[in-house]
C-alpha cells in the first residue's frame, strides 16, 4: 500500500482525515499513485491534473522523500522508500501572490 498525503481542501473534498492508502499494482510512479487514488476517491478526478491531458494542474507540487517531483516524467519510478510504504507521496497546493 502506498501513502499519500493530500492537502487540506482535498482531504475535504475526498471526506477523509489524514494519510490516504491506495493500492498500486506494478510499478510505483506518479501516474500509478494518481490513477489508484482518482479510482479510490472518484471525486478526486480533475482536480489534481487535467482530464483529458492528464498533465499536472498549475499550482499542484509532487514531492516524495524531500525531493520536488513536479517536473519529473508521470511514468519515472518513485523513490523505494515510498514504494514500499515507509515514506508517503505528498500532493501540495502550491501558492501564489506578493
Known amino acids: 500500500m502506498i501513502r499519500v498525503e493530500l492537502p487540506a481542501h482535498l482531504r ?24 489508484a487514488l482518482e479510482t479510490a ?4 478526478r480533475g482536480t489534481i491534473r487535467d482530464h483529458v ?7 499542484m507540487r509532487f514531492y516524495a522523500c524531500a ?3 513536479s517536473h519529473e516524467p508521470p511514468d ?3 523513490p523505494p522508500e515510498v514504494a514500499s510504504g ?5 500532493v501540495v497546493g ?3 501572490g506578493g
Open 86 to 90: 515507509r515514506e508517503p507521496f505528498l
Open 12 to 35: 475535504t473534498l475526498a471526506r477523509v482525515d489524514g494519510e490516504v492508502m491506495v493500492d498500486v499494482r506494478g510499478a510505483v510512479t506518479q501516474r500509478a499513485i494518481l490513477d
Open 53 to 59: 491531458t492528464q498533465r499536472r494542474r498549475p499550482f
Open 67 to 69: 525531493e520536488d517531483l
Open 76 to 78: 519515472a519510478a518513485l
Open 94 to 96: 502550491a501558492l501564489a
Open 41 to 44: 476517491y472518484p471525486v478526486l
